[in-house]
């Protein structure tokens, strides 16, 4: 990741953080409640940073304080499960997934459930641990130990495979999915971290929103994770967006002292089935759409039928675990016919699955659109760039890895819609209901890229993502 030039930047930077923050904390108030006033309810953000020992934005971490100590836990939308790396799990040995990590939890042994041993995908193959009863506090939000029903269950993984912690990148995952992709809930009938939190009725709302950071961009350095609300600022000006589906009242950058009406598109959430047996059983296990087009430099090409539901919808899964967007093999080449400039396919295992990958002219920015659930979302030409992925063929051309991909696996969707679509949107994930599960629960959208100058600003801003 490039330094800044002076002390001086460095501070201006931090300075930025804490005020975007304090902004964004004081608008919390400005929306109304769903409960009752006498109800103890809250809403609160924290600020999500790419790991400081990481060149590239391909994961995002907030700090969660568990029993006293603050851990550094990677988002991750795609799993229910919460869980940290314990000081039993080895950071010496390069081939352990906890190598080079420098914060892990500090175990003590009145936290362990016993005869409950963890097992759950990470990285690249299978982790363990014990399940752990903690006292989690997410920036004043603090999971109570009620009794034996509310507390929360976090995981402390001992055994990790290579790479599950991205080389001390993140300490463990804050898992924000659903419960039915959970680990601890599907073997032991704990509720996650999040689950909890509802439950015990400490959000104002049975919600949460996600911003992420951009490397490279100045307009995106700072992300915000808010709970049990809407974040009240949205990086994007009214008059920039035309779809009116639904509204929120927000203030806009440039005008602090009014409100606007921000356009949200609400999503209810696509089904998928549980598991290839069962082909009727539709429950929610995934914040997941219907993924209905794909278009590239304004070559629209059609999605592939889906495989885990009987109507053979295509369900793609919303995921800020996954690094890059995945598509179905057919489906990439597609969309590469129609990349402008030189192009290179690659076929290379994903996190142990096998896939392809995309490599294509760094100074050539690239406009992929994505039709979900009817609404067509413009990925920023910037997300299409990995960053810190450059190299340069034999003619001298430089290359770069496209933010999309390939990869065999069809565990929760027929695809995976990772961190280059999640930068460029803001999403709020409402289940609806207190109860989580009464109503479909949802998923609200606002593209945050200004079609107007994605491409200006990607010519300015790439060379900020190379080497």
């Known amino acids: 990741m490039k330094q800044a030039g002076n002390w001086f930047g460095t501070a201006t930077l931090y300075i930025s953080f804490a005020l975007a923050l304090f902004w964004t904390l004081s608008t919390l108030s400005q929306v109304e409640n769903l409960v009752p006033d006498h109800e103890a309810v809250y809403a609160t953000s924290l600020l999500v940073h790419i790991p400081p020992n990481s060149n590239d934005d391909a994961y995002h971490i907030v700090s969660v304080d568990l029993d006293g100590q603050s851990m550094p836990l990677n988002i991750d939308t ?38 409950q041993k963890f097992e759950l995908e990470v990285g690249i193959g299978r982790s363990t641990g014990q399940l752990a009863t903690l006292r989690a506090n ?69 919600l949460f929103s996600l911003r992420f950071p951009r490397l490279g961009d100045p307009n995106a350095m700072a992300g915000i994770f808010s709970l049990g609300e809407i974040e009240g600022r949205v990086h994007a000006e009214a008059d920039q967006i035309q779809r009116c589906r639904s509204v929120l009242v927000v203030s806009t950058p440039r005008h602090t002292n009014q409100t606007s009406l921000a356009p949200f598109d609400w999503h209810m959430l696509t089904h998928r089935k549980r598991s290839p047996e069962n082909t009727n059983d539709l429950s929610t296990s995934a914040w997941s759409v219907s ?15 889906g495989q885990v539901r009987p109507d053979a919808k295509h369900v793609s899964v919303i995921d ?21 400039g030189k ?10 699955f096998p896939g392809e990958e995309v490599y294509f002219e760094c100074s050539v920015p690239q406009s992929l659109e994505l039709k979900v659930n009817g609404v067509w979302y413009l990925v920023d030409p910037l997300d299409m760039l990995v960053s810190h992925s450059s190299h340069t063929a034999e003619d001298g051309t430089v290359m770069c890895r496209a933010g999309i991909g ?62």
């Open 78 to 115: 795609s799993t229910g499960d919460t869980f940290v790396a314990s000081d039993q799990c080895d950071t010496a040995n390069s081939k352990s997934g906890c190598y080079a990590l420098d914060a892990a939890f500090k175990l003590e042994e009145n936290t362990i459930i016993h005869n």
């Open 138 to 206: 997410v920036s004043g939000l603090e999971v109570q130990i009620l009794d034996v029903k509310l507390i929360s269950y976090i995981a402390l993984i001992d055994k990790a495979m290579p790479d599950s912690f991205q080389h001390g990148s993140f300490a463990g995952i804050l898992g924000l999915g659903m419960r039915t992709s959970s680990s601890q809930w599907l073997q032991f009938q704990k509720l996650p971290l999040i689950d909890t939190l509802i439950t015990q009725g400490k959000l104002a709302k049975p």
């Open 291 to 305: 993924l209905e087009g794909l278009r590239m430099n304004g070559v629209e090409s059609p999605v592939s039928q």
């Open 320 to 340: 800020s675990g996954a690094p890059h967007i995945y598509l179905p093999t057919d489906d990439l080449h597609a969309v590469v016919k129609n990349f402008e």
């Open 343 to 352: 192009t290179e396919v690659r076929r290379k295992s994903s996190q142990g």
């Open 406 to 467: 390939s990869r065999q696996s069809a565990k929760l969707g027929d695809s995976v819609l990772g961190m280059p679509f999640l930068r460029s949107v803001f999403t709020i994930y409402d289940y609806m209901s207190t109860d989580m599960f009464s109503k479909t629960p949802r998923l609200g959208l606002l593209s945050l890229v200004d079609q107007r100058l994605a491409k200006s600003r990607y010519v300015d801003l790439y060379t900020n993502r190379l080497p």
